[in-house]
């Protein structure tokens, strides 16, 4: 796939009004860059569950994809608005509506960190739909999370002791540190929320129950990796001003996908 050419539309000082993500721990970026791979500039997609677009959407679209967004979230959608228009792009390719009354068809729709998030009823029924959503040879993007992973196990455990603490003394009594750690990441990580809207996840997916799920819904997998081999909020604070560590981490993600922290999967009907 061609993931270099670049629409006229796409200011090319957008990035500069409107930090994009850095990269860090969780290889936000080696998502967006698995995503390039598999979807041309000029193709229609959508982020189904785009929240405030900002992981996704946003630097697809300043790399000049011709992406939208949805999400039922209004409050989430009008603060991507608003990013975007900073920016100096189309607010209105975010949706605040359900994907059912967005019109036309698809090359690619990308459900990521989304489906963990969807009980049976609405996990089979969005499936579903973007089954019928998707053109003759479209494709189903998913990244989720390996929901017997380090991700959730460092997430449990960053719940259930309270250590989410540590991130206000970090901003405080570690300042310093931060700073020095964002110097060597080339600026701050995750400046921005991916999404106002407070949703847990409600299943756990290995990648053989993912692609399980997939092909009852009837879609073909014709792509995995991993993402990460660890991530999670204590990780994250600790190791993303390293990009050392940082490129180590998805080389050993993609080698070891059983076990990576999340799971890039994509099929087609």
């Not at 900002?54 to 697809?60: A, D, L, Q, W």
């Not at 959503?133 to 960053?158: A, D, I, M, Q």
């Not at 993600?253 to 087609?268: H, I, K, Q």
Request: include cysteine.
């Amino acid at each position: 796939m061609n993931a270099t050419a670049r629409s006229p539309s796409a200011p090319p000082d957008a990035a500069a009004r409107v930090a994009l993500p850095r990269e860090n721990i969780h290889g936000h970026l080696e998502r967006v860059r698995w995503f390039r791979q598999h979807v041309e500039p000029q193709e229609r997609a959508i982020e189904f569950g785009c929240g405030t677009g900002y992981m996704i959407t946003y630097p697809m679209r300043v790399a000049g994809y011709d992406l939208i967004g949805v999400d039922l979230d209004r409050r989430s959608v009008e603060y991507g608005r608003s990013l975007l228009e900073q920016a100096g792009l189309d607010p209105g390719v975010l949706l605040a509506c359900d994907f059912a009354e967005v019109p036309g068809e698809f090359d690619a729709v990308i459900a990521s960190e989304i489906l963990e998030h969807l009980d049976d009823a609405d996990l089979a029924a969005s499936l579903k739909l973007i089954r019928a959503k998707l053109r003759p040879g479209g494709r189903l993007l998913v990244t989720v999370p390996n929901g017997y992973g380090w991700y959730e196990f460092e997430s449990f455990v960053w719940s259930k002791l309270h250590l989410d603490r540590l991130v206000e003394f970090a901003r405080t009594q570690l300042a310093g540190l931060r700073r020095a750690r964002w110097r060597m990441a080339g600026g701050p990580v995750d400046v921005l929320p991916s999404t106002l809207a407070d949703s847990p996840h409600v299943r756990r997916f290995t990648l053989r129950s993912l692609r399980r799920t997939l092909e009852d819904a009837g879609f073909e997998v014709i792509d995995t990796r991993g993402s990460v081999l660890v991530s999670g909020p204590l990780t994250h604070l600790l190791f993303s001003g390293s990009p050392a560590l940082i490129r180590l981490n998805a080389r050993l993600g993609r080698r070891l996908t059983p076990v990576a922290s999340g799971f890039y999967v994509a099929a087609r009907p």
